[in-house]
Structures are given as C-alpha cells and as structure tokens.
C-alpha cells in the first residue's frame, strides 16, 4: 500500500529565506508524487506533480521539487519564500489507474518578517 | 478552468440530523472524492466514484453514505450526524483522460459543524 510522510508538523522561515519541505513516500512502483497548498480557509491547490523524466520539477509561484529515487524522497523547494506563502502544504503519492492519491498529513509553514 | 463547487462554505448542524453535502463539477470528470480533514490528521478518504452510480469505500467511511445518480454530481450524506463529524469535508475530482499523473481538483471545502 502507498504511504507518505511529511516529518515536519510545522517550519517557520523568515521573509526572503530558503525553503525545504520534506516529503517520504512509499510505493512499489514508480510513483506519481504531487504536492499541494491550502490556503487558509480554502480548498487545495496543485503546485507540481511529477511522473516520469526530469527529476527535478518545476511548479507553480516560483516552487520546485526533486524527484530521489534512491530515497524515496520529493523534497519542495523555494529559493525565496514570500509572506503569501504562508500556508498549509501536503505531498501526495498515486498510482496508475483512478485510484485516490494518499496524502500525508502535512506541513504548516508560517513566514515571519 | 476545471470549477469543483460545494454547495457550502459553512454549515451548523444538530445532532441526529441528516445531512447533505453536495459536490459539482464541470468537467466531465468520472472520478469524484470525499475527504475530511482535521488538524494533525491530515486528508482522510471517506468515499470515493469512478463513475455514475458506482461508489467504493475509502479509508474512513463509518457514519457516512454517498450518492452519485449523475456523473458532475457526487453527495456525502451524513444519516445522522454525531459531534465527532464536526470537519472540514472537501470535495475532489478527476479523469484518467488528464494523462498518466492526473491530479485531483479540490473544492473550496464544506466546513460542517455539529452542535
């Protein structure tokens, strides 16, 4: 069965500052591996997705995320973080077909100046 | 634009009351979601549809039914709602016509509380 696990409940980065968001899944095949934000208040939004080819994936305001095989990772990446920013993140991982994605639990970020 | 409504934002409840949550799409979408999310627990599957009156149980579907009698439309229905259903329900779709990696649109959320 899929998995995935965001270790990091909640990271605070000041305005300006670099951003990593941590994402583990786990899946026996190649997976589809997605990443969302949720506004407060609001519904999610895709930012990426990755399913083949280039293992760096470039989203959305600005966001990246780096496909590691080897570790079974997808990292998201800003270089640049914005106040607007502010928001909930969740990592996702789908498997062929019209099976639901599993999201993991996600990651609260709050931007300070 | 792929537009998935809900046909509330907000919604206050009594116990024991049957509840209804509606979910539309304009896409022609034959796959249709309904999850709840809750601080700390992240997305959790109730009930998910590949297609019209079709309907597969998801991870947490106790307390909860679904009815899909057209293909834009899929209802949560909630027979008699207890405090513990208190959350905020979202709404997805999508279609494997999207491509290999097809993402799910989200509505903007029910938040459903129950007094």
Partial sequence: AQSVTQPDIHITVSEGASLELRCNYS???????????????????????????????QGIKGF??????????FNLRKPSVHWSDAA??????GASGNTPLVFGKGTRLSVIA | D??????????????GEKVFLECVQDMDHENMFWYRQDPGLG?????????????????????YSVSR?????FSLILESASTNQT?????????????????????????LTVT
């Fill in chain 2, 43 to 63: 997305l959790r599957l109730i009930y998910f549809s590949y297609d019209v009156k079709m309907k597969e149980k998801g991870d947490i579907p106790e307390g």
């Fill in chain 1, 88 to 93: 909930e993140y969740f990592c996702a991982v």
């Fill in chain 2, 2 to 15: 792929v537009k998935v409504t809900q046909s509330s934002r907000y919604l206050v409840k009594r116990t």
């Fill in chain 1, 64 to 73: 990246e995320a780096e496909f590691k095989r080897s570790q079974s990772s």
């Fill in chain 1, 27 to 57: 899946y026996g095949a190649t997976p589809y591996l997605f990443w969302y934000v949720q506004s407060p208040g609001q519904g999610l939004q895709l930012l990426l997705k990755y399913f083949s080819g280039d293992t760096l994936v």
């Fill in chain 2, 87 to 111: 959350s905020m329900y979202l709404c997805a779709s999508s279609s494997t016509r999207q491509g290999p990696a097809y993402e799910q649109y989200f509505g903007p959320g029910t938040r």
């Fill in chain 2, 69 to 73: 009698e057209k293909k834009e439309r």
